[in-house]
Nanobody
Framework: QVRLEESGGGLVQAGGSLRLSCAAS????????VGWFRQAPRKAREFVAA????????KYGDSVKGRFTISRDNALKTVSLQMNSLKPEDTAVYYC???????????????????WGQGTQVTVSE
């Protein structure tokens, strides 16, 4: 059974950067598609970014385009989210999740992902 664990969250000032990592265990081969989502207090979980199994295709939420970059290292079974130019509205718990479906679609809905990490808190101060 796949397990995902996020790390790298913390407190940063507006304009700063953080790099989140999602490490997988319990997978014998490729992790397949991985997405990052975030959830702020009293808000729905929001799509942030997704990447395909080989790292050749990515998708981003409108609010993070041009500031966040998703990447992966299949040898290490990790997926990273580089977050630059952070804003207070980026404050949330960030989750990584796996979509093990065989198609090439990068989904933006939570229901498409069947394995989730516990999340890591990102707080951006003014």
């Amino acid at each position: 059974q796949v397990r995902l664990e996020e790390s790298g969250g913390g407190l940063v000032q507006a304009g700063g950067s953080l790099r989140l990592s999602c490490a997988a265990s319990g997978v014998s081969s490729s992790l397949n598609k991985v997405g990052w989502f975030r959830q702020a207090p009293r808000k729905a979980r929001e799509f942030v970014a997704a990447i395909d199994g080989r790292g050749g295709s990515t998708k981003y939420g409108d609010s993070v385009k041009g500031r966040f970059t998703i990447s992966r290292d299949n040898a290490l079974k990790t997926v990273s989210l580089q977050m630059n130019s952070l804003k207070p509205e980026d404050t949330a718990v960030y989750y990584c999740a796996r979509d093990n479906s065989a198609n090439a679609i990068l989904y933006t809905i939570t229901g498409a992902y069947e394995a989730w990490g516990q999340g890591t808190q990102v707080t951006v101060s003014e």
